[in-house]
Every structure is written in C-alpha cells, then in structure tokens.
C-alpha cells in the first residue's frame, strides 16, 4: 500500500471548515483513501473513504485531486468535539489498514 | 454503522498472569478480525490478522506464543496476553470487517496495566 504524509498538527477555530490535507503520491489505480480519527484514548473511528470522485456523507467531505496524488478531508464546521487525531490511510482491496502518524487537529473556542 | 465491541475497557494484572481481551461485532458478521497495539503518543501498530476459522497471521516482531489469537466464530476474536510483563501494558484495540466488505471498524480499545 502507498505511503501517506500528512502534517503533525494543525489548529481550527471553533464553527470554521477544517481542511486536513493528505499526500499520497505514489498511490496505485486500485488504491482507496481512507479517513479514520481517534479522539483520545478511544478505538479509531470511520469517517468517509473513496477511490477517485469525491465524497460526502454526514461527517465529512473527501476532495480527491484529479491525478490522485493527494486528497482533503473537509469538516465544514468543525466543534470542540472535533479535535482528535485524523489519519489517512490508503489501502487497496482486503489489505489490513496500516497507520502512520496522522494529524492532531486541534479546534479551538 | 457497524459498531464493535471489547471487554474488558482496563485491566491491571500482576506480571506472570495471562489476560485475554475479548473482540465482538455486534450486528455483522466479520469474516476477519485486526488486533493493534498504541503505546502513549504513538500510533496504532498492526499486531496480527485473524480469519474466522484458521491460525492468525502475525506480524514480524509479534511473539505468536504469547499473545494468543483465537477466532472462533463470525463475531468474536480474543486475544490473550500469556505471562504478561510490565512492557506489555499498552492500549490493545481491535477491529472488524465485515463479509464483502473493505471498510473496518474499531472497537473502543482495552487499556493493559501490568505490574
């Protein structure tokens, strides 16, 4: 599976949209991004994943580029509730889901 | 969504015991089950895959004789730490996926206290 880059931490105000960018570029046709976060000392949870069109459900949206070398997660108006640690995985078919260090958001007040 | 299970949340056991943690999909049947391992301030660490019915598949550095892996049915994994040490205390999580299916699903994970 493709390896991801992913900033260590970012900062969101409170009701703002958080942008979390992630980089995989050497991601293969069949490879699937995949969004989970994990609010402290929780099991990581499933927030939205895709292949090449982007994604909305009722968390989160997911911005693919068009070349598939990175993708956004887009929290439109992100609460207190929010701030976790958002990783970005990128996996193909049943492969087991690998993780790498993710991004601390932080929503702020 | 799906939505996994695990028991205990904590344990605190005496160093030289054996604590098995159980692993439940409560309204799917998982066809395999992932056990990880989070140590403070780091991530997840993939520690074994468990197919229902067969040996589980661990990962290099993993002792399979002592954290033992059993998936016995379509909706319950366990895993045992045997002769637990200190080292061992962790945060232990497990996930599930279910039947034709690509995403998983993570239980809300057993923190590990030995002494």
């Known amino acids: 599976d493709a390896k991801t880059t992913q900033p260590p931490s970012m900062d969101c105000a409170e009701g703002r949209a958080a942008n979390l960018p992630c980089n995989h570029s050497?991601?293969?046709?069949?490879?699937?991004v995949y969004w989970y976060r994990q609010i402290h000392s929780q099991g990581p949870q499933y927030i939205i994943h895709g292949l090449k069109n982007n994604e909305t459900n009722e968390m989160a949206s997911l911005i693919i580029t068009e070349d598939r070398k990175s993708s956004t997660l887009i929290l439109p108006h992100a609460t207190l509730r929010d701030t976790a640690v958002y990783y970005c995985i990128v996996r193909v078919g049943d492969n087991d889901m690998r993780f790498g260090a993710g991004t601390r958001l932080t929503v702020k007040p | 969504g799906a939505v996994v299970s695990q028991h205990p949340s904590r344990v605190i056991c005496k160093s030289g015991t054996s604590v098995k943690i159980e692993c439940r999909s409560l309204?799917?049947?998982?066809?395999?089950m992932f056990w990880y391992r989070q140590f403070p301030k780091q991530s997840l660490m993939l520690m074994a895959t468990?197919?229902?019915?067969?040996?589980?598949?661990?990962e290099q550095g993993v002792e399979k004789d002592k954290f033992l892996i059993n998936h016995a049915s379509l909706t319950l994994s366990t895993l045992t730490v045997t002769s637990a040490h200190p080292e061992d205390s962790s945060f232990y999580i497990c996930?599930?996926?279910?039947?034709?299916?690509?995403?998983?699903?993570f239980g809300p994970g057993t923190r590990l206290l030995v002494l």
């Open positions: 468990s197919n229902e019915g067969s040996k589980a598949t661990y």
């Open positions: 309204d799917f049947q998982a066809t395999t």
């Open positions: 996930s599930a996926r279910r039947v034709s299916a690509e995403t998983q699903y």
């Open positions: 050497t991601i293969s046709g069949n490879e699937y």
